[in-house]
């Protein structure tokens, strides 16, 4: 194979994390791929001057789709995500460096 | 908690990784998700579905003609003869280069891919100029790639979608009669079997 066959899947853990959620919630069913590809594609279009040709934001677009179908869904509205981010992030800021961040949920 | 001795410096986050890190914790907490079951997806995107899968499938159209027509008849079936099987697979279709036709593959909505084949997409793929231009200007996409066709060429260009993902099966190269599936896989690029490529000559091999 070509050295181009050879590059990285994932740029960051954090995509392949968003790539392994999308995959484990069309198994459980909770949209179907046609939804899916209808959500990204929306995603993708609305944000597409932004959308380089590195294509940099591609697993951005997802992670926003991932948000909305699930809010869709009724899974976790957006506003329980958001928190959750935040008291993520607060757990990290807390978190001397070099330690595992947790989070206990209340 | 216990009494915090670095005070100044905490961990770093980004508000990207937070995002992400809450999905996870609400999708486990309403037992959608089995975080173990997550690494598994991973591992197996990373390391054990890539275009070697479907470099195998072109040798073997190559070699057998009863392949080659078992993969006109039903690509999704033939390919899955061979183990490969999966998301984002289930509706496969082969198109064969020569003739003076040339497919090349895209995907205008988004990023749709046949992945039991070639794994995940390469960045080009995602990118707006390439969902752009492979409709509009194929041939300049082509020359991009470094690939000029032969003006004669009918150059089809198919769009993939949720349901339906093709896969190229680019023309033998000359002069590699009487080589085995393993040396022929090895000619199959990435790029050959989205149509954005040729397979490689046999000098390029490097057997």
């Known amino acids: 194979m070509s050295q181009r066959d050879a590059e990285r899947v994932f740029a960051a853990p954090w995509e392949a994390k968003v790539f392994a959620l999308q995959q484990s919630l069309l198994d459980a069913g909770v949209f179907s791929a046609t939804e899916w590809?209808?959500?990204?594609?929306?995603?993708?279009?609305?944000?597409?001057?932004?959308?380089?040709?590195?294509?940099?934001?591609?697993?951005?677009?997802w992670l926003k789709a991932l948000e909305c179908l699930i809010a869709e869904k009724g899974v976790a509205s957006a506003d329980n995500l958001t928190g959750l981010s935040?008291?993520?992030?607060?757990?990290?800021?807390?978190?001397?460096?070099?330690?595992p961040i947790e989070l206990t949920l209340k | 908690m216990a009494h915090r001795h670095d005070t100044d410096h905490g961990s770093h986050?980004?508000?990207?990784?937070?995002?992400?890190r809450a999905l996870e914790t609400v999708l486990t907490e309403k037992g959608y998700i089995d975080p173990a079951a997550l690494d598994v997806i991973?591992?197996?995107?990373?390391?054990?579905?890539?275009?070697?899968?479907?470099?195998?499938?072109?040798?073997?159209?190559?070699?057998?003609?009863?392949y080659r027509d078992a993969?006109?008849?039903?690509?999704?079936?033939?390919?899955?003869?061979?183990?490969?099987?999966?998301?984002?697979?289930?509706?496969?279709?082969?198109?064969?280069n020569g003739d003076g036709v040339h497919n090349m593959v895209v995907c205008t909505l988004c990023s749709c891919y046949p992945w039991p084949v070639l794994g995940l997409p390469p960045v080009w793929y995602k990118s707006a100029p390439y969902r752009a231009r492979a409709v509009q200007d194929p041939r300049g996409v082509l020359a991009d790639f470094g690939i000029a066709l032969p003006e004669e060429t009918d150059i089809?260009?198919?769009?993939?979608?949720?349901?339906?993902?093709?896969?190229?099966?680019?023309?033998?190269?000359?002069?590699?009669?009487g080589w085995s599936e393993e040396q022929?896989?090895?000619?199959?690029?990435?790029?050959?079997?989205?149509?954005?490529?040729?397979?490689l000559a046999p000098e390029a091999a490097g057997a």
Not at chain 2, 13 to 20: D, G, K, T, Y
Not at chain 2, 43 to 66: C, F, H, Q
Not at chain 2, 80 to 87: I, K, Q
């Open chain 1, 37 to 61: 590809a209808e959500r990204l594609g929306a995603e993708i279009a609305k944000d597409d001057c932004r959308d380089d040709a590195e294509g940099t934001a591609y697993f951005r677009y």
């Open chain 2, 42 to 66: 991973i591992d197996t995107y990373e390391t054990k579905i890539g275009p070697r899968n479907g470099a195998k499938v072109v040798a073997k159209a190559w070699l057998d003609p009863s």
């Open chain 2, 13 to 20: 986050m980004s508000a990207l990784e937070a995002r992400v």
């Open chain 2, 156 to 177: 089809r260009v198919w769009d993939s979608t949720a349901e339906i993902r093709y896969l190229v099966i680019p023309e033998r190269p000359d002069g590699t009669e």
């Open chain 2, 71 to 96: 993969l006109q008849e039903n690509a999704t079936e033939a390919i899955a003869s061979l183990g490969f099987t999966g998301r984002q697979g289930e509706h496969m279709v082969a198109l064969e």
């Open chain 2, 184 to 199: 022929l896989a090895a000619l199959v690029t990435r790029d050959s079997m989205i149509g954005t490529g040729l397979a």
């Open chain 1, 86 to 99: 935040a008291d993520w992030l607060a757990a990290a800021a807390r978190t001397p460096h070099g330690k």
